[in-house]
């Protein structure tokens, strides 16, 4: 089949490179328009518009899928389908129809759980211990469209939302091009989502992003990894904000909040158990060691991180 590919972040990246060593034809790929980027602002490609570049591929960056110039276009190219991963922007309904076989996403979430911008977040700080990818049918309604694949991936304990969704990008990269193949041979048929065990998975803000200390301490550990590394989980700390990476569950008890620096170690306590402190980041500073930023800031007794309630 003739194929477009809609997409922008590194987690579509693999899928662009596995169509592109399939039998199908890639033909062009839709990605967001360049971003100012860093501390220094400066414009810069999506990490799927350097790739399609680097294969020689025709990009396409509207502003809005809306412009009328990107829907004469998309009609000129006439797709037989195309394949979406983390494009980043909603499809009207004149642009979902122009492909014969729709639009087909990957969507890392066994649906209909998850539906969403996050799914890999908030299955992290659910406490999931499966997870996974789906190929739907996009049509109106938010990732709601008819499931055509799936595939499973079992959540590790000491996974963020960073490593698991690199694993998902890769292992559902087969299943987009297994999808694509099933459509063309016109084996595959679509399921409807079933109405049972929807879930959903918004945009994780960086308030949501916040640090609860006075929850368990295991929801405590979910939490930071579901955070990481993006929006980043954080707690405050004499009046800033402290970025904070993965946390390590002790058997330790200590107030909610309390800090307690050792020669090598830094505990905080939870609801329940304290957890020990991984890598932080200070406000202004790079990441550091927990231990190397407790003796800088000379942590004394009855010091506290964030609040003491859940």
């Known amino acids: 089949m003739r194929l477009l590919f809609a997409g922008t972040p590194e987690v579509a990246v693999p899928s662009l490179r596995a169509l592109l060593e399939s039998e199908h034809e890639v033909v062009g790929v839709v990605t967001r328009p360049d971003a100012k980027v860093g501390r220094g602002?400066?414009?810069?490609?999506?990490?799927?518009?350097?790739?399609?570049?680097?294969?020689?591929?025709?990009v396409l960056t509207p502003a809005s899928a809306k412009d009328p110039d990107f829907v004469a276009e998309l009609s000129d190219i006439a797709p037989d389908a195309c394949a979406v991963v983390a494009y980043g922007a909603l499809l009207p309904p004149e642009v979902l129809a122009i492909p014969e076989h729709g639009w087909i996403n990957l969507h890392f979430s066994l649906l209909p759980?998850?539906?969403?911008?996050?799914?890999?977040?908030?299955a992290l700080m659910a406490g999931d211990e499966i997870t996974g990818a789906s190929t739907f049918r996009i049509e109106a309604g938010l990732d709601t469209g008819p499931v055509l694949g799936s595939m499973t991936e079992r959540i590790r304990p000491e996974d963020t939302a960073g490593t698991l969704l690199e694993r998902l990008a890769e292992?559902?990269?087969?299943?987009?091009?297994?999808?694509?193949d099933g459509i063309a041979s016109g084996e595959l048929e679509a399921r409807p989502q079933p109405a049972d065990g929807v879930s959903h998975a918004p945009k994780l803000t960086v308030d949501e992003a916040r640090v609860r200390f006075g929850l368990p301490a295991a929801a405590v550990d979910r939490h930071i990894r579901g955070a990481t590394p993006s929006?980043?989980?954080?707690?405050?700390?004499?009046?800033?904000?402290?970025?904070?990476?993965?946390?390590t569950v002790t058997d330790e008890t200590l107030a909610p909040g309390r800090i307690e620096a050792r020669k090598r170690e830094v505990l905080v306590g939870t609801g329940d158990t304290a957890v020990r402190l991984g890598e932080v980041t200070p406000l202004g500073k790079k990441p550091m060691a927990a231990?190397?930023?407790?003796?800088?800031?000379?942590?004394?007794?009855d010091e506290q991180l964030g609040e003491e309630s859940p």
Not at 171 to 180: D, E, I, N, S, W
């Open 41 to 58: 602002r400066r414009l810069t490609p999506s990490p799927v518009r350097v790739a399609a570049e680097e294969a020689g591929l025709p």
């Open 113 to 122: 759980a998850w539906r969403g911008a996050a799914p890999v977040q908030w």
């Open 171 to 180: 292992g559902g990269a087969p299943l987009l091009v297994a999808t694509m």
């Open 231 to 247: 929006p980043g989980a954080w707690s405050t700390f004499r009046g800033d904000r402290l970025k904070i990476g993965p946390v």
């Open 291 to 301: 231990a190397d930023w407790a003796r800088g800031v000379r942590i004394g007794e």
